[in-house]
Structure formats: structure tokens, C-alpha cells
């Protein structure tokens, strides 16, 4: 449960409840940088809703990011989408693409967000509506709600993170990538979610 990195964090907020007599504003605590690093990179590696469907309500030309190679051999850079088509959009696999993202794609490293992007990702024209990331997706369908899931993860981890120390289970955890991501007990008869964890206080 990344004890280092936990320490570093219980740091900044503590340091901010300090500062702000136990009672830190919203502009603060949204702007707390490792705080923020720590959710990012979480939404990026872990988004809520790993795929979504959504249907072209008119013929499209969509234009690919890599040309692939036809049924007949020649090389195309878009694609014809005909009307009514369903369109199964990957979000964990946009979040997590090497090309983009790198070869630690796959790594939670919450310190990627703490120094500037690579110029691959803002070269990339993702219409994600946050952090050139798909996991709130973007445009008329974006998450109206994605500013308000923000602010209750940072208000949920400042809280517990300040007075208490995690560590992972002696069960192994399994996260299921279904309509919503949810994690649940390897080899447990129960398909409801689970996450038992240790802590203590700090």
C-alpha cells in the first residue's frame, strides 16, 4: 500500500490542516499538488467505468491515430462509421496506452503529473474533458459529475489518510472490470464488492 507514498501525502495534508486552523477551503485542497498527482493518476490507471457504448447518430469519417491494414491488404488512416453504429469506446485501454503514456503505462506512479506531460499526449487531441485522460470522456456526454468526484475523493482521503495508516489485506484483491470497476476477494463465493483492509490509527 505504498507506505512511502502515504507518509508523503499524510504530510501535505496534515501541513494544510495546520495552516488552514483544521479546515481546509475547497481551493486548497483541490490544488494540494501530490493530493492531486495521487487522484490523477489513480482516474488515469483506474477509471471508474473502464468502457463505455455509445451509437454514431450520423455517417462519419473517423480518422485513426495509427493506419492499420484493410481485409484486402492496403493501408488506411480513417475509417467509414455508418449511421446507427455501435461504438464501443475503451477508456482503460486510452488511459493506458504505451504510445502515449509511455512504457510504464501499466505503473501507478503518481509523480508522472507532478512534472509536465510529455508532448505525445497533448499531440494526441484526446476529447477527454480532463487531464488528456478518457475517464470522465468528453464532449455533450461528458460526466457532468466528474468536478463533484473529484472534490469527494480529496475530501474522503484527506480525512482518512491524516488519521490513519493502510496496509493491504492478507487476501488477494481482485478488481473486476465490469460495467463498474469494483474490487472483490479472490476466491470468494460472494460477487458483491469487497476491500478489507488493515489500518491503524495514526
Not at 483541490?30 to 483506474?46: F, G, K, N, Q, W
Not at 457532468?144 to 488519521?163: N, R
Request: aromatic residues 8%; proline residues 10%; glycine residues 6%.
Amino acid at each position: 500500500m505504498n507506505p512511502e507514498i502515504q507518509d508523503r501525502l499524510r504530510t501535505e495534508i496534515v501541513e494544510a490542516y495546520k495552516e488552514h486552523s483544521g479546515d481546509i477551503p475547497y481551493d486548497d485542497l483541490v490544488s494540494l499538488p501530490y493530493m492531486d498527482a495521487i487522484c490523477r493518476e489513480t482516474l488515469r490507471l483506474y477509471p471508474p467505468v473502464p468502457r463505455v457504448m455509445r451509437v454514431a447518430r450520423q455517417e462519419i469519417v473517423l480518422p485513426l491515430s495509427t493506419p492499420i491494414k484493410g481485409l484486402d491488404g492496403h493501408e488506411m488512416d480513417s475509417i467509414l462509421v455508418p449511421k446507427n453504429t455501435r461504438i464501443f469506446i475503451s477508456i482503460l485501454n486510452a488511459n493506458r496506452d504505451p504510445l502515449l503514456w509511455g512504457p510504464d503505462a501499466l505503473e501507478w506512479k503518481p509523480e508522472r503529473w507532478l512534472s509536465p506531460l510529455p508532448e505525445v499526449i497533448h499531440e494526441a487531441h484526446l476529447p477527454g474533458i480532463y487531464s488528456h485522460l478518457m475517464t470522465f470522456l468528453g464532449g455533450g456526454r461528458a460526466c457532468i459529475g466528474f468536478k463533484f468526484s473529484q472534490l469527494e475523493m480529496k475530501v474522503v482521503l484527506s480525512t482518512l489518510v491524516a488519521h490513519f495508516r493502510f496496509y493491504p489485506p492478507e487476501k488477494e484483491i481482485v478488481w473486476q472490470m465490469t460495467g463498474i470497476t469494483s474490487p472483490t476477494v479472490k476466491g470468494s463465493p460472494s460477487e458483491q464488492p469487497q476491500l478489507p483492509l488493515k489500518m491503524e490509527i495514526v
